[in-house]
């Protein structure tokens, strides 16, 4: 079995609220927006860590995390990448990976917005774990952690922090 903490567009900022929800877990997925390959490495050094590069990531992130990650855990066959859309509204670069590889689960990040859908007409569950950095227009960072076994994803949690409070704590407001 595996329990996966899947997170993205930390944009460098990795802090010990995300941390904390994500201490159980055996490896982390991140879905593109490290922000530097320090904050990569940071998160590297607290678990096992598999990541795509993303759209803000520069060539220091691009060089050592690839574009797109094709994994098989727990019986079900994964397809990673930052720019991907959702059911109805995929991108038309990740539409065409998503054809070409056909997974379980498809997972990206970019748009800041938590989603778990399942797309019936392709036959997969999309997972986008929104944003836990505090950079952009979002205004709750979210995460999430789940089970993978026998083909099998089930014990999802979802992890929400209140952005503006974690602003405010950077300012010295809180």
């Known amino acids: 079995m595996a329990y996966i903490g899947l997170i993205s567009d930390t944009h460098n900022y990795f802090d010990e609220k995300v941390r904390s929800f994500l201490e159980p877990v055996d490896e ?10 320090a904050t990569a490495d940071s998160i590297a050094a607290f678990k096992p860590l598999k990541g795509v590069y993303g759209n803000c ?3 220091d992130v691009r060089s ?3 574009y797109v990650q ?4 727990g019986g079900k066959r994964i397809l990673m990448t ?4 959702f059911p109805g509204r995929y991108d038309h670069k990740a539409l ?3 054809y070409a590889h056909r997974p379980d689960i498809f997972v990206c990040g970019h748009s800041h917005i938590l989603r778990v859908m ?8 999309v997972l986008n ?13 979210t995460a999430l952690r789940f089970r993978i076994e026998d083909g099998r994803i089930f014990d999802m949690e979802v992890a929400e922090w209140k952005r503006q409070a974690d602003l405010h704590a950077l300012d010295g407001n809180e």
């Not at 982390?28 to 390959?37: K, P, Q, V, Y």
């Not at 399942?118 to 569950?125: P, T």
């Not at 774990?129 to 960072?141: D, L, M, N, W």
Request: hydrophobic share 40%.
């Open 82 to 85: 930052h720019i991907g859309g």
């Open 28 to 37: 982390i997925w991140h879905a593109g927006d490290f922000g530097s390959l």
């Open 70 to 73: 094709l994994m098989e855990t």
């Open 57 to 59: 990531d520069g060539t």
């Open 129 to 141: 774990p929104g944003a836990c950095g505090i950079q952009g227009f979002h205004a709750v960072r």
């Open 64 to 66: 050592a995390y690839p």
């Open 118 to 125: 399942n797309d019936k007409r392709l036959g997969m569950l």
């Open 96 to 98: 065409q990976l998503i």
